[in-house]
């Protein structure tokens, strides 16, 4: 069974840093590539970046290029993402999620985490 | 940008009822679009891809259509499992976007 779980978030200061984490299991990682998006709360989704499948290509949406950072561990299983220097804006659950494996079907997503939430208060 | 706009913003079904989401984008996407429903506290899931591809496992009462930039999600038979947020998405380009939502209630 294909199973993404994230975890990491919790309540920040503006300005500061947080990392989330995604571990996948139940299908070969390395050989997916990985997004993360978020939703804010009664709001819609927001693709925030993408992965390739050996981390030589990245992609951000603009919001958030120069603040945020997307790794993968293939040997872990992980896909990360560093949030930094937040604003109240960043407040969402995050989640990531598997791109399909049909590369002519054009961009959708197959199976997403839980999500974990991250609030960026004073 | 590729901007996704759907309608309508909430509708509501009867049992056995056949519903339609429409889903408008700002260009062409080529049927670069899918579907997605999600219910409240967790995550969307994939029901329709490259316009009308059904995802694994998903019932046969949900079917996409459309061409070039308008498309359209058909729930036959309306289900009390069907409720939930039916969002549209672009995959024609980067930044994948999505379009506002439209939450479906049992009637």
């Known amino acids: 069974e294909v199973q993404l779980v994230e975890s990491g978030g919790g309540l920040v200061q503006p300005g500061s840093s947080l990392k989330v984490s995604c571990v996948a299991s139940g299908f070969t990682f390395s050989s997916y590539v990985m997004h993360w998006f978020r939703q804010a709360p009664e709001n819609g989704i927001e693709w925030l970046a993408y992965?390739?499948?050996?981390?030589?290509?990245?992609h951000y949406a603009e919001t958030v290029k120069g603040r945020f950072t997307i790794s993968r561990d293939n040997a872990k299983n992980t896909v990360d993402m560093q949030l930094s220097s937040l604003r109240s804006e960043d407040t969402a659950m995050y989640f990531c999620?598997?791109?399909?494996?049909?590369?002519?079907?054009?961009?959708?997503?197959?199976?997403w985490g839980q999500g974990v939430m991250v609030t960026v208060s004073s | 940008d590729i901007q996704m706009t759907q309608s309508p913003h909430s509708l509501s079904a009867s049992l056995g009822e056949t519903v339609s989401i429409e889903c408008l984008a700002s260009e062409g996407i080529s049927n670069y679009l899918a579907w997605y429903q999600q219910k409240p506290g967790k995550s969307p899931q994939l029901l329709i891809y490259y316009a009308s591809s059904l995802q694994d496992g998903v019932p046969s009462r949900f079917s996409g259509s459309g061409s070039g930039t308008q498309y359209s999600l058909k729930i036959s038979n309306m289900q009390p499992e069907d409720e939930g947020v039916y969002y549209c998405q672009q995959g024609y380009k980067y930044p994948p976007t999505f379009g506002g939502g439209t939450k479906l209630e049992l009637k």
């Open positions: 992965i390739n499948t050996d981390s030589s290509s990245t």
């Open positions: 999620a598997r791109e399909i494996p049909y590369v002519y079907y054009g961009l959708a997503f197959d199976y």
